[in-house]
Structure formats: structure tokens, C-alpha cells
């Protein structure tokens, strides 16, 4: 581990690593939820965006998928941007 360590962050200047470090301490003392909820947030953003201008589209779809239950959160929600799946519509020919 210590190797892996090491050489995974070799040329990443140490103040760098400091502020990581003290970013990863603040998320973890504060109990680290608030970090998932606020990239939760962006990418909904941005995935409404996406789903938005591939509405428009007569060649791409985005799936629908339900909401579900949710066990980070405890209760149902809809998915994640990653959980959605973009279908090719291609014309055959």
C-alpha cells in the first residue's frame, strides 16, 4: 500500500496534497453527506440539460427508468445520471 502510495502521487506538488488532504478532513468531520448532495445536485443539473437537447433529437433517447428505493438516502428517488442509459436510434437502411 505504502508503494501504491508513492507512486501514485509522484509529480503532484505536496501543497497540493495538503489541501486535498485538509478538503477530505472537513468533508469526513463533517460527516461527508453534504459532498454527495451538492455532485448529486450538479450532475441532475446537467443531466436535465442533456435530456433536454436529446428530447429535440428524432436519432437518440434517453430510457426511462422509475424511481426507486434509494438506500444512501433512505427513501425513493429517481435515478442517478449514471443509472440512465442513452439508446442509439440509427435509421436502418
Known amino acids: 500500500m505504502m508503494n501504491y502510495v508513492m ?48 428530447s429535440t433529437s428524432a436519432r437518440f433517447s434517453v430510457q426511462h427508468i422509475p424511481p426507486q428505493f434509494c438506500t444512501f438516502y433512505q427513501r425513493v428517488r429517481g435515478p442517478s445520471p449514471g443509472n440512465f442509459l442513452l439508446l442509439f436510434q440509427l435509421p436502418f437502411h
Open 7 to 54: 507512486y501514485n502521487t509522484m509529480g503532484v506538488s505536496h501543497d497540493a496534497q495538503l489541501r486535498v488532504f485538509k478538503l477530505l478532513q472537513t468533508i469526513v468531520a463533517g460527516g461527508g453527506r453534504e459532498i454527495f448532495e451538492h455532485a448529486h445536485e450538479i450532475l441532475h443539473k446537467r443531466w436535465k440539460l442533456l435530456y433536454a437537447i436529446l
